[in-house]
């Protein structure tokens, strides 16, 4: 009889949770899809490329899509069961709220175990890989974007003009490079060939020039030197911030818990502030440990005053993330600025909302209503009502 009441509400709760995943997620996939566009009329690139993006976007998504739809879940199921009075047949059977809840227990630790998993594997390589896509996609476009006797300013500090460009080819003939040097110095380089040279271990694009001149000449002295050559490197950095050399440019983002405890470890002993990073390192677990509290918060919530409005869930659910994230935000900005402990700038959202959640929990468990619940309850009606009587004239 248990078994199918559990496997009953865990069907309650997996069917809202898969549907809400997959809307929420399509929903802040279409807030990048001007981007996407942008990336294949702009500057060609191809759908797979495109789908690449997609996926690599997913995990920094799914990090909150996922707590979100197991909140929606627990209170769509639960309102719904305490609506048709099921809540209330089950109890009358002998069954309390507490072994109830079991199937919300499971489904919260599935939750939790995809989400620990995403925070701490997927989402920073997902965004690193997409970094290194950037990147590819912009270095690969090279040659493409250099145009033949023109003078290019595609990279920092260079000016390159090419007098002929090989069809189909990394190969220039004809060139002169103007590079600007931070130590006041300027190179002006001809050569009969140039090959751009990708290097996608580094991530590094390089500019082999063969059989030319170099002028070196110095802005504050009179300084000049000149020299022949057969063959000279110079690296190139292209000028768009976003795709900088991503393995040089790590933001934390794209770091593991591994690399991030090694990164405190660095900057404890450079005597600076590793509060970010604590914080950092930590909210990869704090994140999905949110599911528990959603789960204790949840449940008592849905099945108190269920007839007020069929959007409730809906907005219980807005109300509970917005608090969630309010309280995170706050004490993570403390904790950064040294206020109080990273470590409880980043539990402290989830230990004060889960000491709520058992509070109400224990209430509902005891069908003793919580005072603020029915003010808060008697204010929403009223505020139902008065839309309803507007919009009926």
């Known amino acids: 009889m248990r078994r199918i009441l559990d496997s009953y509400i865990f069907k309650e ?90 199937p919300v227990i499971v489904m919260a630790s599935i939750a939790f175990l995809l989400s620990l998993y995403l925070t701490l594997f997927a989402f920073p390589w997902a965004n690193l890989s997409a970094k290194k896509l950037l990147y590819d996609v912009a270095r690969t476009k090279i040659s493409t974007g250099i145009k ?9 500090g260079i000016v390159l003009y090419a007098d002929h460009i090989a069809a189909g080819e990394d190969t220039l003939n004809g060139v002169m490079v103007s590079e600007e040097k931070q130590d006041e110095i300027s190179d002006v380089i001809t050569a009969n060939k140039g090959v751009f040279i990708v290097d996608p271990e580094s991530m590094t694009v390089t500019l082999r020039l063969q059989n030319g001149t ?19 490197d110079i690296n190139l950095r292209l000028k768009q911030a976003d795709i900088k050399n991503p393995d040089k440019n790590r933001s934390n983002r794209e770091l593991t818990v591994m690399e991030l405890a090694k990164k405190i470890n660095e900057v404890k002993k450079a005597g600076k502030n590793p509060s970010p990073y604590i914080i950092d390192m930590h909210k990869r677990a704090a994140l999905p440990a949110a599911v528990f509290v959603f789960g204790l918060l949840g449940v008592p919530l849905a099945i108190q005053h269920v007839r007020t409005s069929r959007y409730r869930g809906f907005i219980i659910a807005l109300v509970v993330m917005l608090l969630y994230y309010v309280l995170s935000t706050a004490f993570e900005s403390f904790g950064e600025n040294g206020k109080i402990n990273p470590i409880f700038a980043v539990w402290g959202s989830n230990i004060i909302m889960g000491v709520c959640g058992l509070y109400i929990f224990y209430k509902a468990g005891k069908e003793s209503p919580v005072k603020l619940f029915v003010w808060l309850g008697g204010f929403f009606n009223s505020i139902i009502g008065l839309f309803k009587r507007i919009f009926s004239k």
């Open 13 to 102: 709760l997996a069917v809202p949770f898969i549907i809400s995943s997959g809307v929420l997620s399509v929903t802040l996939l279409l807030s990048k899809l001007l981007k996407l566009v942008e990336l294949v009329v702009n500057h060609g690139v191809g759908i797979f490329i495109v789908l690449k993006f997609l996926f690599f976007l997913m995990p920094s998504f799914l990090i909150y899509v996922i707590p979100l739809s197991f909140l929606l879940s627990v209170l769509i199921a639960f309102n719904r069961l305490s609506g048709d009075s099921e809540i209330t047949a089950i109890k009358t059977a002998g069954i309390n709220l507490y072994r109830l809840t079991r």
């Open 214 to 232: 170099l002028h070196k000449t110095g802005k504050q002295s009179d300084k000049y030197t000149h020299m022949t050559f057969s063959t000279y």
């Open 148 to 156: 033949e006797k023109t003078f290019n300013d595609t990279f920092d």
